[in-house]
């Protein structure tokens, strides 16, 4: 362990490790060893730092004492009571490898002798050893300045360190000595100033270092490293400062609100005066709290210096009605006193504002440092009109919770400046007595016998009234915080006064009910002496509830209705569940029995009710509420919530007869695999019956046997997507072909009836390709492969190059580049239902019919500029471009005049779109539309491009020359070049599916270089 140094400056002191090996604490000379426990013991560290942490959080340290193997920490609780908690070494470890004899381990307590000024070690209780050492160190650096005003309470000097100007104290200056952990032989030993101790130190150790306020707990780890630490806090003497605590703010400017309930905003006539909740934190953490205590409010018109020494006058206006105090934070209620107007606070339509601050006063401090306020804050009133509060039934998850309003409340019943009726469905009180009455459901229910005026003694589970002030609460409105409606209890406004009353005293109501105006007691009355009251069932009475701001308060903030009514029957509904396995078959419809949950026949409804079978379908009448599909099979499959009842009929439900067995008749054509939850009720024939609703829930779960998918035919598919190639139409070319050319269906499925479809899912790709000799979304519901005539719409249709994502070219795969796929959707039915039970997307590409146009002869030529004395040269281009398409059949290719090798295929690039050759099979030709020079240069700076200002008297062309484009290099002048140029040209083969555009030019231009050299 590690324990405090008794220095009076801020010095690191260490004890040894709590971890324990065999036979004694030690590095052993074999790493091996420490590893072995270091998983455990990093998780036991771990542990003690959160222990300390959460002590730390709310606790003081009042002292820390040596004790043999560790130290003992002596805390203080704001309360005053002390409580210890003590570090010591662990258990023995599990034995390892022998390694050498280790010296016992120690837990030494460090510190500095006062007459020598040498550090001294004690280990295990015994005498202080001087090690010899020097404590003293060099000077510490300048504490930083603390800012100007009231100066804190002294801390801890740095040794030596400068001191701060006025003000807080600076940083202390650094620690005159330092302790570190350094290795000597393979072990690890505490040194101070660089000096071994010889003492070891350990995995796992703990230093305590002092520092102002407290002791920061470092913990080590296997290599002597520090880890973060723990600041744990010593009880200080007085309040420096404190900073407020906002919860609500305007502007990112913390505010104050004091509500304040009026009768309007005009006239503000004060019906309840709230107090504001205000919490403070305290610096430093841990003053006692009998140290301090609030002495009042400060007022102030404009922003003042927040720190005050002799203290101010507290503003009269204010009254403390609550106080409570910790080490860390002081919280205290205010409330404005007789603000009966605008007294307290500035008109609202001036420019003033008020600002408030804290007060404390230190009662052990001096008399002229006494007193230290917090940063003044905007105070403001928050104005509730009467209309916007409400009562409301409210719940508290917890005694120390705030109140919330019960689930299903309707919040818009808060307009933002008052509130109005809600729905008859819903939980809100209601604003008149006709609209309680209108309520759907009763917001309270009587039991005639458990909630009866008194116990008749009749077996029942007696529970007597209700008490309808510790249910129902007062809440408000705040539209400037985004219409929130929160509780008047627990926002300054606690301790009205609810009273409450029959709304209709002089009807028959008043034979049923009996309520208590103070309590709001409610309960079902004994009109008849000694009798339960039946006559109460089937009808309901209405309570009127009124708020006052405190019991004699003459004038109500707000009313509110509440309905109430009675039942003799279970007030929880029976519950009767069943289920049903069933396999689709082929059928248009299947009926299967309900299998109940124990008991197996509708027995659970005879028995909760108490009636024979007979008795029990003469008073019930069955309803089929809803159905809702709760899980797709598969998942995703389908949306999941209400499907249509008549996907399901009912048989027999109403049957008298005891063992007849109840039964589900499941449309096939309309539902598809899931689970399905079916909702219904037995309702009680007469309208005032004493008899509970009994609900039943059904679970339906549809399978199928077996399955069906696709599986890709790999010959027609290429980087994981189908490839669609096309095919000949005619003179033209179809880009497109079935679905059978791509996949198989795997259909293992036994029942019902199977069919499939085929859609493009996509708006975007619907654009590029389509189904069927149009631009159908799909082709028919079928149950055979093939006919879906899959196409690409035409690439040159109007979204051309306007809409990348709709743009055709961009899914049309070429030989030297990939693009995207688009998704083509496969439909699976049963039974001829319109919704299918499965999907499953296809991705596919479409692939240029066309190859990668090939250059021939390397591209390259060479010619001599007024070669035998002519001023033309000429290359001709087709020598230098070959075209095939996917079935490796030559579209183009020039061998020669009356080659027998040349080839023309006039059809082939007709149907694919090639316009730029011509002539026969004998003499192909190509256009000189499809050739463009790009650049020329000078061979010795091919960088720059020559082509627009090339030597006097040359240029060059392109020309028709024997019907075929011909590069042509012209020189008039009476001299040839001094140096060789390069002549760049490119040649275009553009087809139906790619036009160049979107990156695609790679496959449908080549390169030719011409070498121009000047005569030797």
């Keep these: 362990m590690k324990i405090k140094q008794l220095s009076k400056v801020a010095l690191a002191v260490a004890l040894s490790s709590a971890i324990m090996f065999e036979g004694c604490k030690k590095y052993d000379d074999d790493i091996t060893r420490l590893e072995q426990g270091i998983e455990q013991n990093s998780s036991d560290i771990a542990s003690l730092k959160t222990q300390l942490a959460t002590l730390a959080a709310n606790n003081v340290v009042e002292s820390v004492t040596s004790i043999t193997g560790g130290f003992k920490i002596t805390f203080k609780r704001p309360d005053g009571t002390t409580f210890s908690y003590d570090i010591v070494n662990g258990d023995k470890g599990d034995k390892g490898d022998k390694g050498d004899t280790g010296n016992n381990g120690t837990s030494p307590l460090i510190r500095i002798n006062a007459t020598s000024g040498n550090w001294e070690i004690a280990q295990n209780g015994t005498d202080y050893v001087d090690t010899g050492i020097k404590a003293k160190g060099d000077k510490g650096d300048q504490g930083t300045p603390g800012a100007p005003g009231q100066p804190g309470q002294p801390g801890v000097p740095g040794q030596d360190g400068q001191d701060g100007q006025d003000g807080e104290d600076g940083a202390p200056g650094q620690d005159g000595s330092v302790v570190t952990i350094e290795t000597i032989g393979g072990k690890q030993y505490w040194h101070i100033d660089g000096q071994n101790t010889g003492v070891q130190a350990y995995f796992g150790d703990i230093a305590m270092i002092a520092t102002d306020g407290g002791y920061n707990v470092v913990f ?11 600041f744990l806090a010593t009880e200080a003497v007085a309040v420096s400062s404190l900073t407020l605590v906002p919860s609500l703010h305007s502007s990112n400017t913390p505010v104050v609100l004091f509500p304040r309930i009026v009768n309007n905003a005009t006239s503000r006539t004060t019906y309840m005066q709230g107090y504001a909740t205000i919490t403070y934190n305290l610096n430093p953490f841990g003053v006692a709290t009998a140290n301090y205590e609030s002495s009042g409010l400060l007022t102030e018109k404009t922003e003042e210096v927040s720190f005050r020494s002799s203290g101010a006058t507290p503003s009269a206006s204010f009254t403390k009605v609550g106080e409570a105090k910790t080490f860390g934070d002081i919280t205290v209620k205010y409330k404005p006193v007789n603000n009966t107007g605008n007294s307290v606070f500035p008109n609202p339509s001036g420019n003033e504002h008020l600002h408030i601050a804290l007060q404390v006063k230190n009662n052990k401090a001096a008399s002229n440092q006494q007193y230290v306020a917090s940063p003044f804050n905007l105070a403001k009133e928050e104005i509730i009109e009467t209309d916007e509060v409400t009562i409301e039934k409210a719940i508290k998850a917890s005694e120390t919770a705030p109140y919330t309003l019960v689930n299903g409340y309707s919040s818009g019943a808060f307009t933002g400046s008052a509130f109005v009726e809600a729905g008859t469905g819903t939980p809100n009180l209601s604003l008149s007595n006709t609209a309680a009455a209108a309520k759907t459901n009763a917001h309270f229910t009587l039991h005639i016998r458990n909630n009866a005026e008194n116990d008749l003694g009749s077996g029942n589970s007696y529970e007597g009234a209700i008490e309808l002030e510790k249910e129902l609460r007062g809440f408000f409105g705040r539209a400037q915080v985004g219409n929130q409606i929160v509780s008047m209890d627990d926002n300054g406004l606690d301790g009205y006064d609810l009273r409450f009353a029959l709304a209709n005293p002089n009807s028959t109501e008043a034979n049923w009910l009996k309520v208590d105006a103070a309590t709001g007691a409610i309960s079902v009355k004994e009109s008849t002496p000694g009798q339960y009251n039946t006559a109460a069932l089937g009808n309901h ?238 082709s028919a519901i079928v149950n055979a492969l093939g006919g879906e005539q899959l196409h ?14 709709r743009d055709a070219f961009n899914y049309i795969t070429g030989w030297t580049f990939t693009k995207n796929t688009f998704t083509v959707r496969v439909n699976y039915y049963l039974n001829g239902n319109p919704v299918p039970f499965k999907t499953e997307s296809i991705p596919v590409r479409f692939k240029n019919p066309v190859k990668t146009v090939v250059l021939k002869n390397n591209g390259a030529a060479t010619v001599t500029d007024k070669q035998g004395g002519n001023n033309n ?88 020359v024997g019907g075929s484009a011909t590069a042509r290099w012209t020189n008039n002048g009476a001299n040839t070049i001094t140096q060789p140029i390069t002549l760049v040209f490119k040649i275009k083969v553009a087809n139906r599916y790619n036009d160049g555009a979107n990156n695609n030019l790679s496959d449908i231009e080549q390169e030719v270089k011409v070498v121009v050299n000047p005569q030797n």
Excluded: C
């Design 220 to 230: 080590t780890d296997a290599e002597g490293n520090s880890s973060s630490s723990v």
């Design 541 to 778: 009475a209405i309570v009127k509830a009124d708020l006052y701001a405190t019991a004699t308060s003459t004038t109500s903030i707000a009313t509110r209705y509440v309905k109430v009514g009675f039942t003799q029957g279970v007030i929880q509904p029976v519950d009767v569940k069943g289920n049903i396995n069933h396999a689709l078959t082929s059928t248009a419809s299947a009926t299967k029995d309900v299998q109940w949950i124990v008991p197996t026949t509708l027995d659970a409804a005879y028995n909760t009710t108490g009636k024979s079978a007979n008795d029990f379908h003469n008073s019930y009448n069955w309803v089929f509420d809803a159905a809702v599909r709760t899980i797709a099979d598969p998942s995703g499959s389908a949306q999941l919530g209400t499907v249509p009842t008549t996907w399901f009929t009912f048989h027999d439900m109403d049957n008298t007869t005891q063992a007849v067995t109840r039964k589900v008749e499941i449309n096939q054509t309309l539902v598809n695999p899931g689970t399905y939850k079916l909702t219904g009720r037995y309702v009680p024939t007469a309208s005032n019956s004493s008899d509970p609703v009994v609900n039943v829930e059904i679970l339906v779960k549809v399978s199928i046997n077996g399955n069906i998918s696709y599986a890709p035919i790999p010959a027609y598919w290429e980087n994981n997507a189908a490839r669609v190639y096309g095919t000949p139409n005619g003179s033209s070319w179809y880009m497109g072909g079935d679905m059978n050319e791509y996949i198989t269906l795997n259909n293992t499925i036994s029942g019902p009836g199977v069919t499939y479809n085929f859609s493009i899912p996509s708006a975007d790709h619907q654009a590029i390709a389509a189904f069927g000799t149009g631009n159908l979304s799909s």
């Design 792 to 805: 690409v719409v035409n690439p040159a249709a109007p979204q051309h190059h306007s809409n990348a994502a």
């Design 873 to 960: 040269q000429d290359v001709a281009l087709r020598n230098f471009v070959r075209v095939e398409d996917y079935q490796g059949v030559t579209l183009f290719n020039y061998q020669g005049v009356l080659n027998s090798n040349n080839a023309y295929d006039n059809t082939r690039l007709q149907r694919y779109g090639i316009t730029v050759f011509g002539g026969s099979a004998l003499n192909p030709t190509l256009s000189t539309s499809a050739v463009t020079l790009d650049r020329a240069y000078y061979n010795s700076n091919p960088s720059v491009d020559i082509s627009g200002s090339l030597p006097a008297t040359t240029s060059v062309s392109i020309v028709n």
